[in-house]
């Protein structure tokens, strides 16, 4: 436990100084549209289990690459008629060999878990909306510690992840697109957004280590800025730093920042954020929905 603890803290110092050290560079994978569920099924089984069971399953994917530490955009819902979507960015760590387990086998973590559960929460909000959301895992997430102190990682991601909003756009144009990060994939989904099409309407931070601006004012494309920071999420150890090429600048949790705030009652830790129970699940999922309502909200954190 107390080395977990310093392992935490060191993580938290070198996000706050934007640390940059030499990674891997690989090429970041454009997913298609629903024409690429068969595809990306067909290239499941030939990767054998457990991603054969994946497609055996139904499951349905706009990107899968079992290369190197993998990838994979895993859609639920039907994304060919949602007039609402919802975007998933995970952060730190994040692999193919864990998108259904989670880090360490915890199954909160896991990208499509969470996925699950945002897509189960808006169908109980609004059973006859027509909702798609994505796990997305287009991009190769810092491995850990060290090399999630730069912003490399986040910036190859966004440029992947602005790509495929764009499709999104143009196969969907009259549809809204939230965008939703945690930890490290908050930077990653911010990022994103500076260029984004006009569809996409709001952008959420989950235990959020940076924005890439310094107050959600300077987000361009005036999308709203939603942020929950919980208590007990260590990342509030991170400091709220931003120099020449140093620091993602303000958390999107601090106050200071300006995001709306989102309730985190329920929330524990840093991966409960779209925990069953959480207040911060049925926020998110509100502002999916387009009914949020920013003084509510703020008032039930």
């Known amino acids: 436990m107390r080395r977990r603890g310093a392992s935490r803290l060191a993580l938290a110092a070198l996000l706050g100084v934007n640390l940059v050290l030499p990674t891997r560079p690989e090429p970041v994978a454009a997913a298609g549209f629903v024409e690429a569920y068969p595809v990306m099924a067909a290239a499941m089984r030939a990767a054998g289990p457990p991603y054969a069971d994946w497609a055996a399953d139904g499951r349905r994917f706009l990107l899968f690459d079992a290369r190197g530490d993998g990838r ?49 929460e808006l169908r109980a909000s609004e059973p006859l909306a027509r909702v798609a959301v994505l796990a997305w895992l287009g991009y190769d ?8 102190a730069g912003g490399r990682s986040a910036r190859r991601g966004a440029a992947g992840l602005a790509g495929l909003l764009r499709e999104l756009a143009a196969r969907r144009p009259a549809a809204t697109i939230t965008l939703v990060g945690h930890s490290y994939g908050a930077l990653v989904v911010a990022l994103a957004a500076a260029d984004a099409p006009a569809q996409v309407t709001d952008v959420v931070s989950l235990g959020g280590v940076g924005a890439g601006v310094q107050r959600a ?52 830790g840093h991966d409960g954020y779209l925990a069953p129970g959480s207040a911060t699940l049925v926020a998110v999922a509100a502002v999916v929905l387009d009914s949020a309502d920013a003084d509510r909200l703020g008032d039930a954190r």
């Open 141 to 148: 997430p810092p491995d850990g510690v060290l090399t999630a």
């Open 217 to 268: 004012d300077d987000l361009p494309g005036g999308r709203r800025l939603w942020a929950a920071e919980a208590s007990t999420d260590w990342i509030r150890r991170v400091p709220s730093v931003r120099l020449p090429g140093i620091g993602f600048g303000r958390r999107p949790g601090d106050p200071s920042f300006g995001a709306q705030p989102l309730p985190v009652g329920g929330v524990s």
């Open 72 to 120: 994979a955009v895993e859609v639920l819902g039907d994304l060919a008629t949602a007039d609402r979507i919802a975007v998933l960015v995970p952060g730190v760590g994040s692999t193919l060999a864990d998108f259904d387990r989670g880090l360490g086998g915890v199954a909160r973590r896991a990208p499509a878990v969470q996925a699950g559960r945002l897509y189960r």
